[in-house]
């Protein structure tokens, strides 16, 4: 039995809530070496700290598309172990966008999956990249989708980004957004740069937020 088996076999002997906070305690612990290691929704997607690059020891080579196939793969898998673990529906697509591998569950209305602002969504994607760095020992940049959620996310926080943007070319003052997590900020940040403005992070982690800045 592979080690991916071996998780999902020991997940199924708890209950669906105990699945879900067990999920957010682990994606909310910032001491946990294993998250640390796969790396949260990965913070160089968020261009202010594009610099801060990692060390030698931390990079891995370009992954290329088959292995990208097979992180879907075993992160597809074990979805669907979740799944079943907690008596939910759902088909599961994989996909290869770019230089991550993507997987979505859909064809379900999976609500509890997400949770509030994607906090549920968020935790169940660093245990789903951390059966796929147990299989593959290599880190990991899969994305997991539930039901579209993330697609929606994208065009609100899309049109958000540039009606900041257009408030400070206006007024020429800095505005400050709400809290978001690293996905979000991401999408506000390439939103402000495609309305020809600035943008950077500032806080720390659950209150980090986009900051739009004058020209």
């Known amino acids: 039995m592979s080690q991916q088996d071996d998780m999902v076999a020991h997940e199924a002997g708890h209950s669906e809530d105990e699945l879900v906070g067990g999920a957010t305690a682990i994606a909310v612990n910032e001491d946990a070496d294993d998250v640390d290691e ?19 020891g931390d990079r891995r080579p370009k992954p290329t598309t088959a292995d990208l196939e097979l992180e879907g793969e075993i992160a597809a898998d074990y979805i669907e172990g979740l799944l079943d673990v907690a008596d939910l529906d759902g088909d599961i697509d994989m996909d290869v966008e770019g230089d991550r591998a993507v997987v979505s569950v859909v064809g379900a209305t999976l609500e509890e999956l997400v949770g509030r602002r ?10 789903t990249r951390l059966a796929v760095h147990q299989h593959t020992g290599a880190r990991t940049r899969m994305m997991l989708d539930v039901g579209g959620y993330r697609q929606r996310r994208r065009v609100e926080l899309a049109a958000a980004g540039q009606d900041a943007a257009e408030e400070v070319r206006r007024t020429g003052v800095p505005k400050r957004l709400w809290p978001m997590n690293p996905f979000e ?22 209150e980090r937020r986009v900051v739009v800045l004058p020209a």
């Open 118 to 127: 994607g906090e549920v969504l968020e935790a169940l994607q660093e245990l």
């Open 38 to 56: 796969v790396g949260e929704e990965d913070d160089v997607d968020d261009v202010d700290e594009v610099g801060e690059e990692e060390s030698e």
């Open 185 to 206: 900020r991401k999408v506000v940040h390439d939103a402000v740069a495609a309305a020809g403005l600035r943008s950077e992070s500032e806080g720390e982690e659950p």
